[in-house]
Nanobody, 114 residues
Framework: QVQLVESGGGLVQAGGSLRLSCAAS????????LGWYRQAPGKQRELVAR???????LYADSVKGRFTISGDNAKNTVYLQMNSLKPDDTAVYYC????????WGKGTLVTVSS
């Protein structure tokens, strides 16, 4: 089993920044295959950014140049630095780990006011 705990969400004005953290524990191999998804009200959950199983990074087009995913293998923690936030970034952000199946955290709410 894998447990994922997100933190760092909150309320921020447009143009501001937030840093999300996801602490992983349990049967996790490495920070590879950890990532962030988000779900806005009335919308489907979508990929924001992830570290692939070979250590590359992937980003949704909507966040490229503004968000950065990084990780700390020693702490089994992945981060999402979010800059130049927009109201459209308002959503619940979920940490995800994939190894044979998807594992999800409970999510952290990010609200960007205009």
């Amino acid at each position: 089993q894998v447990q994922l705990v997100e933190s760092g969400g909150g309320l921020v004005q447009a143009g501001g920044s937030l840093r999300l953290s996801c602490a992983a524990s349990g049967s996790i191999k490495s920070i590879n295959s950890l990532g962030w998804y988000r779900q806005a009200p009335g919308k489907q959950r979508e990929l924001v950014a992830r570290i692939t199983n070979v250590g590359d990074t992937l980003y949704a087009d909507s966040v490229k140049g503004r968000f950065t995913i990084s990780g700390d293998n020693a702490k089994n923690t992945v981060y999402l630095q979010m800059n130049s936030l927009k109201p459209d970034d308002t959503a619940v952000y979920y940490c995800n780990y994939f190894w044979l199946r998807d594992y999800w955290g409970k999510g952290t709410l990010v609200t960007v006011s205009s």
